[in-house]
């Protein structure tokens, strides 16, 4: 059902609804679409039993959408995605005076299985970062040094790859190591630099002006043909450099993210500090990485100890 086949109260709450996570949750435009295209399906399913306000609705409605996808065969993960949309709309329409009670208070769904991601070991991504300085020290022009300074980024400061395209020359405090991140929810964070880091991101300095033109602006790291550095070329990047590594699993730029962090645990830093250096708003993101390295330390008892 589209959305202009629903009654024009769930219309009204719909575009609202759109409002408030774009200006005051600030969350992106490919979240905003999901979480839109959910809600839709719900108010269409509602419509069709006959429902026309948010007043009408009960957790009896709720139950039976879900269930009905359970039926047509959709993952846990769709299914506690959407039934998180649900609390979070109905939540929204309580507070925003649309509704007096929330029908979702009591709305379960299965929880979403959360497989452990394949991780870069500590040898790998130093073999990572070695290739990619000595495929620099082959080349002509700024490209390879670029290249080593954005994987060091990526590994020694755990950055997403859209805080690391969106990094300004003035993103830098060079005096305390320190580089300013903007991250999701429009909040900002300092996350240290590592030496290696340091050294990596002043060679590239050192030939950026080979790549800067007109419309670089203050970006710190470019494209080919001087733009600010497009996120399709930073995983390009990232696969094809990995690629050189004997047995590293083929990761993206959010695996020298995980690879970070899990190094970081297993060098006995605390959960509360992996936590705000990746910029988790909740800690049970970041506890992932307590389940990888619980798992790592299991293989190697089974593989080491005589007694196993």
């Known amino acids: 059902m589209s959305s202009d086949e629903i009654a024009v109260p769930f219309q009204q709450a719909i575009t609202a609804y759109r409002r408030h996570l774009e200006g005051e949750r600030h969350l992106s435009e490919h979240t905003v679409r999901a979480y839109i295209g959910d809600l839709t399906e719900l108010l269409g399913h509602v419509s069709r039993h006959g429902v026309g306000t948010l007043s009408e609705i009960s957790i009896h409605e709720l139950r039976g959408w879900l269930a009905g996808q359970q039926e047509d065969g959709a993952a846990r993960a769709t299914l506690s995605r959407r039934a998180s949309v649900a609390r979070g709309f109905f939540g929204w329409a309580v507070r925003d005076g649309r509704i007096t009670a929330d029908p979702s208070l009591r709305l379960a769904s299965p929880k979403a299985s ?3 991601p394949d991780i870069l070991d500590q040898g790998q991504a130093a073999s990572l970062m070695d ?3 000595a495929r620099a020290a082959e080349q002509e022009g700024p490209l ?3 290249d080593v300074a954005i994987l060091e980024m990526l ?3 755990g950055l997403r790859v859209s805080e690391l395209c969106a990094l300004d020359l003035t993103s830098l405090d060079r005096d305390r190591s320190l580089v300013r991140v903007h991250g999701k929810g429009d909040k900002d964070r300092m996350v240290p630099m590592g030496r290696p880091a340091l050294r990596a991101v002043d060679a590239w300095l050192g030939r950026r002006p080979e790549l800067a033109s007109a419309g670089s602006g203050p970006a710190l790291f ?3 043909r001087g733009a600010r550095i497009d ?4 995983r390009r990047l990232v696969h ?6 004997t047995d590293a699993p083929d990761l993206g730029p959010h695996g020298l993210r995980h690879a970070m962090a899990t190094h970081l645990l297993e060098g006995g830093a605390d959960l509360r500090s992996v936590q705000e250096l990746l910029g988790h708003s909740s800690l049970a993101t970041t506890q992932i990485y307590t389940h990888v390295t619980s798992e790592r330390l299991q293989q190697a008892f089974q593989q080491a100890h005589p007694r196993a």
């Open 114 to 116: 959360r497989p452990l």
């Open 131 to 133: 290739e990619a300085q």
């Open 144 to 146: 390879g040094y670029r």
């Open 155 to 157: 590994y020694g400061s």
């Open 222 to 224: 470019l494209g080919a």
């Open 231 to 234: 996120p399709r070329v930073v």
């Open 240 to 245: 094809r450099h990995l690629g050189l590594v």
